[in-house]
């Protein structure tokens, strides 16, 4: 997936979304995303809900909001995880125009999901920040 060209096609306006799971890494090249992940902020998602474009499902009792390819997040925090969206938002990383959740905030998330896979993730993006940080010196 092209999450650059998706982002453009959904053309949310910054400050009031953030990109989050797999988005990240794919934007910094470290690996490809199958489908984007974004958090929204309560202005946007009123915005989505009204739009009817949006299938509205209830997980980890909490609303989502999907559509091919995107799931809209309505709730960043929980107890292993208390960023919430407008701090995400604040402290995003815009990389050609868009907002994605910054590294250590992806990996925190990453460690609080706690999945084999964002294990593997973890890694990656530990990988990618030794490599940044040797191109620096």
């Known amino acids: 997936m092209n999450i650059f060209k998706k982002l453009e096609e959904l053309s949310f306006p910054l400050g009031e979304y ?13 690996r490809e995303a199958h489908d984007l ?13 009204t739009s009817g474009k949006y299938q509205q499902k209830t997980k980890y009792h909490r609303l989502f909001l999907n559509s091919p390819g995107v799931e809209i997040i309505s709730q ?22 868009f907002s994605f959740l910054n590294i250590q905030k992806t990996i925190e998330f990453k460690q609080a999901l706690g999945r084999k896979k964002d294990f593997r993730d973890i890694k990656l993006l530990k990988k990618y920040l030794a490599e940044k940080s040797k191109t620096k010196n």
């Not at 992940?37 to 809900?49: F, G």
């Open 37 to 49: 992940d974004i958090a929204v902020s309560a202005k946007l998602l009123k915005k989505l809900i």
């Open 76 to 97: 960043l925090d929980w107890e292993a995880y208390p960023v919430t969206i407008s701090v995400a938002i604040i402290t995003a990383d815009i990389i050609h125009n």
């Open 18 to 30: 953030v990109v989050v799971g797999s988005g990240p890494l794919a934007a910094r090249g470290i």
